[in-house]
């Protein structure tokens, strides 16, 4: 293997590459295997069957003893050498099994052997011994892999090249390549060309993880059908491995690098400090500024005690479990393995789910006292599968609801047909299911570009210390970035989109910053400038139009700052002045259930003052709570709260207080329309028909008379 190929380099130096990428790859994917070399044509004869028949089994020797692969046995693959000798690869064979079954015992270990060769050297051709060999290694479970360096490659297509290749190679190696693809078909072996080898260790690999079951029980159907069932992990979130802390010099002897961890806990009482024993440390959670302290016994009442059990809640259709109510992982229920009455009873209940486009809901507690959760089971049914998806279904504290105005209630925010027409566009172009090579960027064949550069660069790390960050390998670049090929295509509808969207950078104003003493004066200033307003006009001084259009700028400014100021304060629907409160809760934003909190206080508080009010000296104040509750509605596109308040109101006053409803229709109160918020309901002609037999609106109706402010439902108690 030492003498020159045709591109220069020696089959040694290709095999030593082979064994490199193998190490490296099991160093980083796998936890529990382990390596051993034997080498074949060594000057030393160093291997357990030469000490059992003397004189046998020459030049073969044991370099590394089969143990969990580490940095030292890459140092060794790249320090061998050629020695220039000639040996029997069948016999390092042989060497091999022997050392994996004096290592293996009657352990049910998974047993491999690769023979990397260019086959230069002699081997015994004798077709029994290669039949008693053969049935061995079936027997015993050995699977081959052979290497070849230079042997042909059986996907390639060019037969003037392996004509080619074979002239440069001698008598022996076709002869032994042909051996030696005997023997690996006799035990259902592969033969792989050393640079196909190459290319598939250098490949991407991700980490293998062992299947382990998450949940063993039954799957309670009532209390008629139990189906044993197992729940294994069929998504998790790969993260980088953690990073050790080293020390470059260590105080721990026999472990250099180790850090050793000690914990000490201290309790500061004013200006000393006092070390507290873990024995008198306890848990303790925050209420308010204060620490209230939680005793381990009292702890462990604090804990929510279950059994393990997958029960059945009831069933919905598929259509109401939306995506983004998935939380977590996804894991996979499938049948007690080996128990058929349980496989045919789980798949009958996976087709019936299936048939009615329907889903489980259950509660789910996949050990004793453990997390209980409420879950959704999907059927699924493939060719090779039958099995149930569990994914977690979030409780109310899990949901986060925010509110958004939509764009259609402004006429300037709705994109127009055409406008529609391109993104549409946009999104055909950039489509990929219809790449050159079919669907793009599969999960199933895309690898995490940090993971795999994460890799790469240990790897060089650990061969050189002084490696430098290596770059970006040219395959992650092809699926991190856009794919530059897709973006040509689709040129012409970037072009189109600049034509019909002009985005404008809108420069950011730099706020400035105040003190809260400067609010509190342009609250006290607001009452001031009223007057000085106010003593101008009736001196005759606002008549100069500049000066008065500039103090009422500053005025409105200064106002809606105060406004400000006051909305951030108002958490409830006052009986002072609710219109004002209710307008400062709809401009809030740090609370997601502010809005549906002050629709429904404001309904609250008109079906009070109705109910309470003397005649009707409370209603034309409760007709402007409603006329201003429903513009707020209509521009927070709460159309469906609105009218569900609306019918509430009129089921409550259709006998006592019909002379409400009456005016009600009178200021043409009526439920919000699918015109005005797309989402609605109601038709205009169902607006219109709400009241029923009541009068209609007429042009004529009487106006709403102003209520002042300082006006409380408790005016008209005596």
Not at 392 to 405: A, K, W
Request: hydrophobic share 35%.
């Amino acid at each position: 293997m030492s003498a020159p190929q045709f591109d220069g380099t020696t089959g040694l130096d290709k095999a030593k590459k082979a064994i490199s990428m193998f190490v490296q790859q099991k160093l980083l994917f796998t936890k529990n295997d382990e390596i051993g070399i034997v080498l074949v044509g060594s000057e030393e004869t160093a291997n357990p069957l030469n000490e059992e028949i003397v004189d046998a089994y020459q030049h073969v020797k044991v370099l590394k003893e089969i143990e969990k692969p580490d940095l030292s046995l890459l140092e060794t693959v790249d320090s061998i050498d050629s020695e220039g000798y000639n040996g029997d690869v069948i016999d390092g064979l042989l060497v091999a099994m022997k050392i994996i079954q004096t290592r293996v015992g009657k352990y049910k270990f998974s047993k491999r052997v690769f023979v990397i060769t260019d086959g230069g050297s002699p081997i015994l051709d004798d077709p029994a011994a290669f039949n008693a060999i053969a049935s061995g290694m079936v027997d015993e479970g050995f699977r081959l892999n052979v290497v070849g360096i230079g042997f042909k490659d059986d996907d390639d297509d060019d037969e003037e090249k392996e004509m080619e290749d074979d002239d440069q190679r001698s008598e022996t190696m076709l002869k032994n390549e042909l051996l030696l693809r005997e023997l690996a078909e006799k035990v259902d072996g592969a033969v792989f060309s050393g640079s196909s080898a190459v290319k598939m260790l250098s490949a991407f690999r991700t980490r293998a993880v062992m299947q382990t079951t998450k949940f063993r029980g039954n799957l309670d159907i009532g209390e008629a059908l139990h189906i044993p069932v197992y729940s294994y992990g069929k998504t998790y979130p790969m993260v980088l491995p953690s990073l050790k802390k080293q020390a470059t010099t260590s105080s721990v002897e026999g472990e250099p690098g180790k850090i050793k961890r000690d914990v000490t806990y201290w309790n500061k009482m004013g200006d000393k400090e006092e070390e507290v024993g873990g024995d008198r440390v306890i848990k303790s959670y925050k209420y308010g500024k204060e620490q209230v302290p939680f005793p381990d016994d009292l702890n462990d009442k604090l804990k929510f005690y279950v059994e393990k059990q997958l029960q059945l809640i009831s069933f919905v259709p598929k259509s109401q479990i939306k995506r983004y109510f998935h939380m977590g992982t996804v894991d996979m229920i499938v049948a007690e393995p080996g128990n058929k009455p349980a496989a045919r009873a789980l798949s009958a209940f996976i087709h019936a789910l299936h048939e009615m486009d329907h889903v489980a809901i259950c509660r789910y507690v996949s050990r004793k006292n453990g997390r209980l959760v409420v879950c959704s089971l999907s059927p699924v049914i493939k060719a090779n599968i039958e099995c149930l998806y569990l994914n977690i279904l979030p409780f109310v504290e899990d949901i986060r609801d925010y509110s958004f105005s939509g764009f259609t209630h402004n006429k300037a925010f709705e994109p127009s047909p055409t406008q529609i027409s391109v993104m549409r566009d946009l999104v055909d172009s950039l489509n990929l299911m219809e790449g050159p090579d079919g669907e793009q960027l599969k999960p199933k064949h895309t690898f995490n570009p940090v993971l795999q550069r994460f890799y790469q660069c240990v790897e060089k790390r650990a061969l050189d210390p002084g490696a430098s960050v290596q770059e970006l390998d040219p395959v992650i670049e092809k699926y991190v970035n856009p794919d530059q090929e897709m973006l040509e295509k689709a040129k012409p509808v970037y072009d189109r989109l600049k034509q019909y969207f002009h985005l404008v950078k809108v420069e950011k104003k730099e706020s400035e910053k105040r003190h809260w003493r400067d609010y509190a004066d342009i609250a006290t200033d607001v009452d001031l400038h009223s007057a000085k307003r106010a003593r101008g006009e009736a001196e005759g001084e606002g008549d100069g139009g500049e000066r008065g259009g500039e103090e009422k700028a500053r005025d409105e400014d200064i106002n809606l700052r105060f406004d400000d100021i006051l909305s951030s304060q108002v958490d409830k629907i006052g009986s002072v002045d609710p219109v004002s409160d209710l307008k400062a809760m709809m401009a809030r934003r740090d609370d997601p259930n502010i809005i549906i909190r002050a629709i429904e206080e404001m309904y609250v508080l008109v079906k009070d003052m109705v109910l309470h009010s003397y005649g009707d000296s409370q209603f034309n104040r409760a007709i402007q709570c409603l006329v201003a509750l429903r513009e707020a509605c209509v521009q927070q596109r709460e159309a469906d709260r609105f009218n569900t308040g609306l019918k509430d109101l009129q089921q409550s006053f259709s006998k006592k207080k019909d002379q409400f409803l009456k005016l009600m229709s009178e200021q043409s109160i009526y439920p919000i329309d699918d015109t005005e918020v797309k989402e609605s309901l109601y038709s205009p002609e169902q607006a219109q028909q709400f009241y029923g037999s009541l009068a209609e609106p007429s042009a004529s109706s009487a106006p709403v008379h102003d209520v002042e402010d300082s006006g409380d439902l408790f005016d008209d108690m005596d």
